[in-house]
């Protein structure tokens, strides 16, 4: 990791925070971010539905295996347990977690990660979601790498929640849910240009999130504009 | 856990409903005792299906009257908007708030009923005291919402909540359904639930041959296509 690409890194992330910005953008920036500078294959972002579960909000690569890969944490995995202990969980090797969580390892070792580790995302009291970290190679991560982590993952949360806003646990509730609407959103938009230009769940994303940019449009707006039907893409 | 959550709901659901046909009004009335609040309503599309009370009621009529108000922003953000007191929000709905307060409301909770860009309508709660949803009531809140999404979704139809409703792929294959009949998202959602059902399988089976382009969906002959042959 160089010190140019971190100091970069956070003042994107802040000059993104300044403006009028779409979480849903940021938290994929986020993600894109973390992989580059931690250093690791992929990352991906599980907020709860506080309903009790987990559900995917971000990742650093659409393809529909890693999301399903996020996915399945809804009931198993390193997410789950750091979300419930608000620590951070590491899994240097995937292989040894296969006899507590199958599915979960089995799915990992098919997309080719052998290392996985989850880093808590809480404001104050409340535990709000996981940041989820995947190396291709096992082992795990330095000291000094997981702080970074656990930076970025306060970044997340900040950035997520709008903090000077919240001040009470209704707001909290509000964009958590506000956030998952519109990452369903984002799925159906994908769905959309995918059937209509031929292209993968991965192509329709970068076509959807690259417009939006070359637009200057949030892109949840894009994304809810083009299953609306009245941007077509 | 979330499904024990959702099955505990169903079941109060279904207790309230009793010998009838599942309704609307049955999901309001079994939120108004298990969340613990006085009153609910609910607003689909532009008018109110069911109100428990007169101030459920009053309350809806004013949103739609007003144009402003919980249950118009949550429609519009699809998020929820929990409103603890609304003697603390007159500068945010200027007419609707002296107008719910004088109606005998003062805590508002508005829980929208979305599916994505989908948008099916508003369950709205109320208390007559000030005071805010416990963790425990908002997630049994959202639950009684997810319940009367589903219900608006399948009608009569719906059983047990497919517990792959929320797979990535499942609105996917939605926006592929939509692009491929050039049919709302509704309507895209509503087929892709039907043939789950019809078929008797999960959502998730269906969404994933739908995504992976070994299922396709036609659009239905209209009425005149028919009577030509």
Same mark, same amino acid.
């Given at each position: ?233 | ?100 307060? *004088?109606?005998? @409301?003062? !805590?508002?909770? $508005?829980?929208? %009923?979305?599916?994505?860009?989908? #948008?099916? =309508?508003?369950? /709205? ?14 997630? *049994?809140?959202? @639950?009684? !919402?997810?319940? $009367?999404?589903? %219900?608006?979704?399948?009608?009569? #139809?719906? =059983?047990?909540? /497919? ?36 078929? /008797? ?29």
């Amino acid at each position: 990791m160089t010190e140019h690409l971190l100091a970069e890194t956070f003042v994107e992330l802040a000059d993104t925070l300044v403006d009028d910005f779409d979480v849903l953008d940021f938290l994929h920036q986020v993600t894109v971010r973390c992989a580059q500078v931690l250093g690791v294959a992929a990352a991906g972002v599980l907020l709860t539905d506080q309903r009790g579960a987990l559900r995917v909000v971000a990742a650093s690569t659409e393809q529909t295996r890693m999301l399903e890969l996020l996915q399945i944490q809804t009931d198993e995995g390193p997410c789950p347990e750091c979300f419930h202990t608000g620590r951070p969980i590491a899994v240097p090797d995937v292989s040894a977690v296969a006899d507590r969580w199958p599915r979960f390892a089995a799915e990992a070792r098919a997309v080719g990660f052998a290392a996985v580790h989850a880093l808590p995302m809480r404001l104050r009291a409340d535990m709000i979601g996981t940041l989820n970290l995947f190396d291709t190679e096992p082992g795990a991560l330095g000291a000094d790498t997981i702080r970074l982590g656990q930076a970025l993952a306060d970044v997340a949360t900040i950035g997520l929640l709008q903090a000077r806003a919240i001040r009470h646990r209704e707001t909290l509730a509000e964009q958590l849910q506000t956030a998952l609407n519109s990452r369903v959103v984002i799925e159906q938009a994908k769905g959309v240009i995918a059937e209509r230009r031929g292209l993968d769940m991965d192509q329709a994303f970068t076509l959807l999130r690259d417009t939006a940019r070359s637009r200057n449009l949030g892109l949840s707006d894009l994304a809810r504009s083009v299953v609306d039907g009245v941007t077509v893409l | 856990m979330t499904g024990g959550r959702a099955a505990r709901i169903r079941v109060r659901i279904a207790r309230q409903a009793g010998a009838e046909v599942v309704s609307v009004a049955h999901v309001c009335a079994a939120a108004v005792a298990g969340v613990g609040v006085d009153g609910a309503g609910m607003t689909v599309g532009r008018s109110t299906v069911h109100a428990t009370d007169p101030v459920a009621a009053a309350l809806e009529e004013w949103q739609l009257v007003y144009g402003e108000g919980p249950c118009v922003d949550a429609w519009a953000t699809g998020g929820p908007v929990l409103v603890v007191d609304l003697g603390a929000t007159a500068a945010r709905w200027p007419v609707f708030t002296p107008a719910a307060l *004088d109606s005998g @409301a003062r !805590a508002v909770f $508005a829980l929208p %009923l979305q599916v994505g860009a989908i #948008r099916l =309508g508003v369950l /709205d709660l109320y208390r007559a005291g000030p005071g805010p949803l416990s963790p425990g009531q908002l997630a *049994d809140a959202l @639950a009684y !919402a997810d319940a $009367a999404g589903t %219900l608006l979704l399948d009608g009569a #139809r719906a =059983g047990a909540p /497919d517990p792959t409703a929320h797979d990535a792929q499942v609105h996917q294959a939605t926006g592929m359904v939509l692009a491929q009949l050039g049919v709302s998202a509704e309507v895209a959602f509503a087929r892709l639930r039907a043939h789950a059902y019809a078929q /008797d399988r999960l959502l998730r089976d269906v969404a994933r041959d739908v995504v992976g382009r070994r299922l396709r969906f036609e659009p239905e002959p209209s009425p005149e296509d028919q009577n030509e042959r």
